[in-house]
């Protein structure tokens, strides 16, 4: 498997099973509404987990741009191979989104608030002040990085024996850090499914919140950036 097709079918895998945890906690006649902010979190660990699983042996399952940006820069991966591995990943992302979607038509038909539909696809801040905003997606990803900065393997990235590492990682963030925001951590994550509720045919949708989306695309880089410069120091 070639590392495109790994990064886009690991990404998508993240996507489905994250956004699907969502929207069957979240949308109306869903088995597992109500299902709480544990369900969510615990469902995007074993997300991360089952991705880089899956797909770490062929191309260091980066499966976020903001993993691909700090493993360059820490000279763990190569520059010219970046754009390759984002274009992957957020294809990725609009794939797994466009399933969750096909999965769950029913319930997004049966869901009436265009709010919740949208939140299956992309975060939003519980209290919108986009500065505070911004800072908690770029210590969210501080933690993220720093952390898979030390568990990635030299000069190739995340394989199978650093997935669970990871997805226990993914979990303490969502449970510790994900209530301001819904912790994105991942410009692909939350832009791709974004563009998806842009493109999808979802009866009673709202807008798709372009005015917030910059925040989880700029705040994980950023926060990406300076771990990498704290790890570098600390070697």
């Known amino acids: 498997m070639s590392p495109f097709i790994a990064e886009l079918i690991g990404t998508a895998l993240v996507v489905i099973l994250g956004d699907g945890v969502v929207a069957n906690v979240i949308l109306n006649k869903s088995k597992g509404q109500n ?4 369900v969510i979190t615990m469902g995007w660990a074993m997300a991360v987990f089952v991705g880089v699983f899956v797909t770490g042996r062929f191309g260091g399952a980066h ?6 940006i700090a ?7 190569e520059w010219a191979l970046v754009p390759m591995y984002i274009a992957a990943q957020m294809l990725g992302a609009i794939l797994g989104a466009v399933i969750v979607y096909l999965v769950y038509r029913d319930h997004f038909d049966a ?3 265009a709010d919740t539909k949208l939140g299956v696809f992309c975060t939003a801040p519980a209290i919108r002040k986009k500065g505070n905003n911004l ?3 770029i210590i969210g990803t501080f933690v993220l990085i720093l952390g898979v900065l030390y568990i990635a393997a030299p000069g190739v990235g995340l ?4 997935a669970l590492p990871v997805a226990f990682l993914v979990l303490a963030l969502g449970l510790s850090l994900g209530g301001p925001t819904g912790y994105a951590i991942n410009p692909a994550r939350d832009l791709g499914p974004r563009i998806a509720h842009f493109l999808l045919p979802i009866k009673g949708k709202r807008d798709s919140d372009w005015g917030y989306a910059w925040v989880p695309v700029i705040g994980p880089i950023v926060g990406a950036l300076i771990a990498t410069f704290v790890y570098m120091s600390m070697q």
């Open 159 to 162: 394989g199978a024996l650093e």
């Open 111 to 113: 869901t009436p608030d």
């Open 35 to 38: 299902g709480g902010w544990m």
């Open 71 to 77: 493993l360059a820069t820490a000279g763990k991966f």
């Open 135 to 137: 800072l908690t997606e």
């Open 63 to 68: 499966l976020n741009p903001a993993v691909s």
